[in-house]
T-cell receptor, first 113, second 112 residues
Framework: DAGVTQSPTHLIKTRGQQVTLRCSPK?????VSWYQQALGQGPQFIFQ???????QRGNFPDRFSGHQYPNYSSELNVNALLLGDSALYLC????????????FGQGTRLTVV | QKEVEQNSGPLSVPEGAIASLNCTYS??????FFWYRQYSGKSPELIMS????GDKEDGRFTAQLNKASQYVSLLIRDSQPSDSATYLC????????????FGSGTRLQVQP
């Protein structure tokens, strides 16, 4: 049973560029949440997708957008990259029932130069 | 006040000792609590979940929950150097958000 997979694992982008990160959830899971983790901090919630809709959103600007496909896989897009967007981006999958366990992919380390 | 508070550490314990990691939270209505382990440069790995007051044991790990005191803890018995990592406390807030809220983590160092 494949767990949560993310791609790519590492990425270097230039300020002002756009980036797309991808996530495939764990088998049987239908909900995907994206988090940003800066060094020394806990993960910060970006948004959550369920049934191809953004269900909830954290305190992130509109430069951060996403998508979920019918097979439950998801993308995170960040436009107009800033140096401060450099972080570990984490995808977590869970089952839609409230308060269920969430499992993380290996993450994408994004560096903006 | 942060929603989830953890001492950043580092918490240093000798090999074989019990490591005690603590977490307090502000939302009294929170129902579900989780402990994740994160090795340096890696993603968080779920190690324990707890939903009811009291203790829950899984191998060398024991999670403790006290909703009245808004307090969650993780005990690691017979600590090993391989337990050296950052431990993140997480919960689902009662306020309706269906995504986890995390503390900033406690760094544990187990000395051989």
């Amino acid at each position: 049973d494949a767990g949560v997979t993310q791609s790519p694992t590492h990425l270097i982008k230039t300020r002002g560029q756009q980036v797309t990160l991808r996530c495939s959830p764990k088998s049987g899971h239908d909900t995907v949440s994206w988090y940003q983790q800066a060094l020394g901090q806990g993960p910060q919630f970006i948004f959550q997708y369920y049934e191809e809709e953004e269900r909830q959103r954290g305190n992130f600007p509109d430069r951060f957008s996403g998508h979920q496909y019918p097979n439950y896989s998801s993308e995170l897009n960040v436009n107009a990259l800033l140096l401060g967007d450099s972080a570990l981006y984490l995808c977590a999958s869970s089952w839609t029932a409230i308060n269920t366990e969430a499992f993380f992919g290996q993450g994408t380390r994004l560096t903006v130069v | 006040q942060k929603e989830v508070e953890q001492n950043s550490g580092p918490l240093s314990v000798p090999e074989g000792a019990i490591a005690s990691l603590n977490c307090t939270y502000s939302d009294r209505g929170s129902q579900s609590f989780f402990w994740y382990r994160q090795y340096s440069g890696k993603s968080p790995e779920l190690i324990m979940s707890i939903y009811s007051n009291g203790d829950k044991e899984d191998g060398r790990f024991t999670a403790q929950l006290n909703k009245a005191s808004q307090y969650v803890s993780l005990l690691i018995r017979d600590s090993q150097p391989s337990d050296s990592a950052t431990y993140l406390c997480a919960l689902y807030p009662y306020t309706g958000r269906r995504a986890l809220t995390f503390g900033s983590g406690t760094r544990l160092q187990v000395q051989p």
